[in-house]
């Protein structure tokens, strides 16, 4: 077998009037995250993390975000769209969203089941805080990491 891994990771400012979409769940909180696409930070992660595995480019490579067709996109469509330019299945993804709020436990099993669905294999989602620290302590946006393995075989 030749598993290949990839690492992505993504960052999003909060912002009024937007509705907040991590691993294709809405979860409800005051503010959502600003972005030209829906601003999904966790399936953006994922989708880098995929093309890395996959020697592929990058996520601003495959959907351009001076393109018009990517407005709004639904960011789990764009998964779907990467994982039909793989040669093989996707062993398992792993990420960790950062952030102070909102408290994303409740979450996770909602992402969890999305984000297998989409890919068909074991996903796990994980959050932290960042204690704090930084633009991330000062509740500024979500920041998150992932690491996907491809079957290239
Ligand atoms: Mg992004």
């Known amino acids: 077998m030749a598993i290949s891994v990839g690492i992505g990771y993504d960052s999003h400012r909060f912002a009024d009037d937007r509705r907040l979409i991590l691993g294709g769940v809405?979860?409800?909180?005051?503010?959502?995250?600003?972005?030209?696409?829906?601003?999904?930070?966790?399936?953006?992660?994922?989708?880098?993390?995929?093309?890395?595995?996959?020697?592929?480019?990058?996520?601003?490579?495959?959907?351009?975000?001076?393109?018009?067709?990517?407005?709004?996109?639904?960011?789990?469509?764009?998964?779907?769209?990467?994982?039909?330019m793989l040669r093989g299945p996707i062993t398992n993804v792993d990420a960790t969203l950062i952030c102070e709020q909102p408290k994303l436990g409740p979450h996770r099993p909602a992402m969890v089941a999305r984000l297998s669905e989409i890919t068909g294999s074991r996903v796990s989602v994980k959050a932290t805080t960042n204690e704090q620290m930084g633009w991330i302590g000062r509740g500024e946006g979500i920041a998150c990491m992932a690491v996907a393995a491809v079957n290239l075989d």
């Open 26 to 84: 809405e979860v409800p909180h005051e503010m959502g995250l600003s972005g030209h696409s829906d601003a999904d930070v966790l399936t953006h992660a994922i989708i880098d993390a995929v093309l890395g595995a996959a020697g592929l480019g990058d996520i601003g490579e495959v959907f351009p975000d001076t393109d018009p067709a990517w407005e709004g996109a639904d960011s789990i469509s764009l998964l779907s769209t990467v994982i039909g």
